[in-house]
């Protein structure tokens, strides 16, 4: 068989069809209300994704309850939520056949402390990084926790979920032995940590049925000496293989404080296409590669090494939201800026503020300086933190 074509279809093991093989991979958009709400700005951004040609976006971190949250920009989606409002951010972000899903997540160790608990399966006290160990009977409530979100997501209309155990979040905490430390049955040999993500795809599945679309976003290597190796990513690739998900998402590195950027390791092409290649081998589950690829060559070599499914986009979608029309009709890579002087931080909060002029009115804003953009990303988050607490507080 000839290798998939960008704009090949693809149909998930659950029968949901992706149009072609280009997603809007996660990103903590960091557009909600400040109440954990969606606003219109929200809106119009995953209409506009919608509308330039991705198969499907995954709307990053979707709390299902606030004291998890990593920024006071995430959305809360629980049994309290505003059904209009994700409704409509579902019904804008599935326009033109595009699939959306919400990334069910869960910031552990890195929950933001002015508006959330930092836990984790083991207790931190690093530098940067502070968090208390949970207790047996929180780990035993996470697989219905965030199924009920799962639920709650499909019956407002999104197209799927994903289960975020990559980055460091907290099921990638209980995956790795640098983070987990436990010496119960949730911690020690992988076959334990990987307990907490099995029992919360089974829990899932039973809560949305068989027909929606279940991914898992996993860390290909933690990056981190004494975390996650390759070797056990493999592992746990091949013990997705007997779940009932339909894609795994390969990614990796953590957001810790010090720890090394994926583009550090492969700079200038998909940052793990060797180790997908390997995990291809392991599972029949569509695998989409995600991290560094920022060019059509770069994609199409994906597909046609057979690396990947799909490939799950982010940054260069920022630049260029109309990108896979663009390709469909031969049209130019996204041209990446250059900064001279970047802050630690700087960077990311150049592409969220971008992402917030796209909402706001349609374009970027080419006058973006690097440092102007840190400090308007944190000044932002300084003035919802009041938000969050006011309506979340009891």
């Known amino acids: 068989m000839s290798p998939p074509s960008l704009f090949d279809p693809l149909e998930l093991p659950c029968g949901t069809v992706l149009r072609n093989r280009i997603v809007k991979s996660a990103m903590s958009d960091s557009l909600g209300d400040g109440q954990g709400n969606p606003t219109a700005e929200q809106m119009r951004l995953y209409q506009r994704w919608a509308e330039g040609g991705v198969a499907a976006t995954i709307i990053g971190e979707v709390q299902g309850r606030p004291d998890t949250a990593e920024k006071p920009g ?14 409509d951010l579902a019904m804008y972000g599935g326009c033109t056949g595009c699939v959306p899903f919400v990334q069910l997540g869960h910031a552990g160790a890195m929950a933001y402390p002015p508006i959330s608990r930092p836990v984790g399966p083991s207790a931190l006290d690093l530098p940067g990084v502070q968090c208390e160990a949970l207790t047996v009977d929180e780990i035993l409530a996470l697989p219905e ?19 975020h155990a990559a980055h460091g979040f907290l099921l990638s905490q209980f995956l790795s032995p640098l983070f987990n430390k436990r010496t119960d049955n949730w911690g020690g040999v992988l076959e334990n940590r990987m307990r907490l993500l099995m029992d919360t795809i089974t829990a899932t599945r039973h809560a949305v049925g068989p027909d929606f679309p279940i991914a898992v976003k996993l860390n290909a290597t933690d990056q981190l000496q004494g ?31 010090g720890a090394a950027s994926a583009s550090d390791a492969k700079p200038g092409q998909p940052y793990f296409i060797e180790f997908s290649r390997r995990a291809k081998q392991a599972t029949a589950i569509p695998i989409m590669l995600t991290g560094g690829i920022k060019t059509r060559a770069q994609a199409l070599h994906v597909l046609e090494s057979g690396a990947a499914d799909v490939v799950g986009m982010a940054r260069a979608l920022v630049l260029d939201p109309d990108l896979p029309l663009h390709w469909q009709e031969a049209g130019n890579d996204p041209v990446f800026p250059r900064f001279a002087d970047t802050p630690e931080g700087g960077v990311t909060a150049w592409f969220t503020e971008q992402i917030a002029a796209l909402g706001r009115c349609g374009k970027l804003d080419p006058d973006l300086g690097v440092h102007e953009a840190l400090a308007s990303y944190t000044n932002r988050d300084e003035a919802r933190i009041p938000l969050w607490n006011a309506a979340f507080t009891q």
């Open 74 to 87: 995430n959305l809360v989606l629980s049994a309290d939520s505003p059904k209009p409002l994700f409704g």
């Open 145 to 163: 926790a965030f199924a009920a979100t799962a639920r709650l997501a499909r019956d407002m209309g999104f197209g799927g979920v994903q289960i």
């Open 227 to 257: 975390g996650l190796t390759e070797a056990e990513s493999i592992r746990i690739v091949s013990t997705l293989d007997t779940t009932s998900v339909d894609l795994i998402d390969i990614s990796g590195g953590t957001y810790f404080p």
